[in-house]
Nanobody, 119 residues
Framework: QVQLVESGGGLVQAGDSLRLSCAFS????????MGWFRQAPGKERTFVAG???????SYADSVKGRFTFSRDNAKRTMYLQMNSLKPEDTAVYYC?????????????WGQGTQVTVSS
């Protein structure tokens, strides 16, 4: 059974850094596109960053230059390094995976981890 488990959320101040991790349980996922999404209170879930099986990454405009997405297939873990955090980054962050390189409707989701950025 495929499982994605996030960790690393917390409460930080504006300007701080935080690294989220997502461990995935299924070896075949290493060929999938994986991504991070976030959902702020009262808002829809939105795309944050994605990484394809070949390693090319994409980012939402709001996080470009501040967030870095990486994956370690040997450890079956992906990471979202978040720098220069802003209060508007406050949200529940979810990792996701799917064979669709566009992640239009990911099949697999983690349980989410809360990130709160105070001003």
């Amino acid at each position: 059974q495929v499982q994605l488990v996030e960790s690393g959320g917390g409460l930080v101040q504006a300007g701080d850094s935080l690294r989220l991790s997502c461990a995935f349980s299924e070896r075949t996922l290493k060929g999938y596109t994986m991504g991070w999404f976030r959902q702020a209170p009262g808002k829809e879930r939105t795309f944050v960053a994605g990484i394809r099986g070949r390693g090319d990454t994409s980012y939402a405009d709001s996080v470009k230059g501040r967030f870095t997405f990486s994956r370690d297939n040997a450890k079956r873990t992906m990471y979202l390094q978040m720098n220069s955090l802003k209060p508007e980054d406050t949200a529940v962050y979810y990792c996701a995976a799917d064979a669709d390189p566009m992640l239009r409707s990911p099949r697999y989701w983690g349980q989410g981890t809360q990130v709160t950025v105070s001003s």
